[in-house]
């Protein structure tokens, strides 16, 4: 298994979708990175030479992946956070940012939903 950017990269896909499992990576950049380095897209992780995987690994230091884009996003979340955006305090309370319904869905942020008592008639 060959690995960029810390990242373990599958051996018996093609390296177009192979380079996708790097956080940052989608098909479009992978595709870039693939042209621009000449390596035909169809070939298999597994059949690449070290000098392929290294101009790979070069070509993909020029963007900004994984821990980097990481921290970015994070820090985009807390400074929305501290000065009280409304996205900022959506994030806060654990509910969806971007606008969709939650009085029937949006179990994913929410958690599991909470037991509420009968009243006594």
């Known amino acids: 298994m060959a690995r960029i950017k810390g990242v373990d990269i599958?051996?018996?896909?093609?390296?177009?979708?192979?380079?996708?499992?790097?956080?940052?990576v989608g098909r479009s950049l992978s595709n870039r990175v693939l042209d621009k380095v000449k390596i035909d897209k169809n070939k298999?992780?597994?059949?690449?030479?070290n000098d392929e995987l290294s101009l790979i690994r070069d070509e993909l230091n020029n963007y900004?992946?994984?821990g980097d884009l990481r921290r970015e996003v994070n820090m985009n979340i807390?400074?929305?956070?501290?000065?009280?955006?409304?996205q900022g305090t959506r994030h806060?309370?654990?509910l969806p940012v971007r606008g969709?319904?939650?009085n029937r869905n949006a179990r994913t942020r929410k958690g599991k939903g909470k037991v509420v008592a009968?009243?006594?008639k």
């Open 100 to 102: 969709q319904r939650t």
């Open 64 to 66: 900004l992946t994984e």
């Open 78 to 86: 807390k400074t929305k956070m501290e000065i009280n955006s409304y």
């Open 44 to 49: 298999k992780a597994g059949d690449l030479t």
């Open 92 to 94: 806060k309370k654990g």
């Open 118 to 120: 009968n009243k006594k």
């Open 10 to 24: 599958p051996n018996n896909k093609r390296i177009e979708i192979a380079l996708t499992y790097i956080y940052g």
